[in-house]
C-alpha cells in the first residue's frame, strides 16, 4: 500500500485547507485511515480516523469541530478538510493506513498504523 498525501501549504489564522490522501496498491473498503501530524519539537499527535466498512469518524480533542474527513470511493482517496485554522494547527501532517478495523481507543494510537504517506506541511501565520 502507497499512500501519497498532498494539499498542505502556507494559510493565515481562520483560513481552510483541503488534505487529500490517495492509496494505490489497496482499495480503501475496510480497515482504518488516520491522519496524525507533528509540530517541531513535539510528539506526533492524532488529528482524525475513518474506519472505513462503518465510515465511523474520530477527531482529537483539538480539532473537533474544525477538521472533518471525507472519502472518495471512486478515487481511492481520503480528504481532510480544515477549517478555523489556528497557528497552532502548523505541523506536517501524515496520513496512515491498517488493516484492522479498530475500536475507538485503539485507532487513536499511531504505532497501529502499519502504512504511511510521506507528510505534507501545513503553516498557519499572519
Known amino acids: 500500500v502507497q499512500l501519497q498525501a498532498s494539499g498542505g501549504g502556507w494559510v493565515q489564522p481562520g483560513g481552510s485547507l483541503r488534505l487529500s490522501c490517495a492509496a494505490s496498491g489497496r482499495t480503501f473498503s475496510s480497515g482504518t485511515v488516520g491522519w496524525f501530524r507533528q509540530a517541531p519539537g513535539k510528539e506526533r499527535e492524532f488529528v482524525a480516523a475513518m474506519r472505513l466498512p462503518d465510515r465511523n469518524t474520530f477527531y482529537g480533542d483539538s480539532v473537533k469541530g474544525r477538521f472533518t474527513l471525507s472519502r472518495d470511493n471512486a478515487k481511492n482517496t481520503m480528504f481532510l478538510q480544515l477549517n478555523g485554522l489556528k497557528v497552532e494547527d502548523t505541523a506536517t501532517y501524515y496520513c496512515?493506513?491498517?488493516?484492522?478495523?479498530?475500536?475507538?481507543?485503539?485507532?487513536?494510537?499511531?504505532?497501529?498504523?502499519?502504512?504511511w504517506g510521506q507528510g505534507t506541511l501545513v503553516t498557519v501565520s499572519s
Open positions: 496512515a493506513y491498517t488493516i484492522p478495523n479498530y475500536i475507538a481507543s485503539a485507532l487513536r494510537d499511531g504505532s497501529r498504523y502499519e502504512y
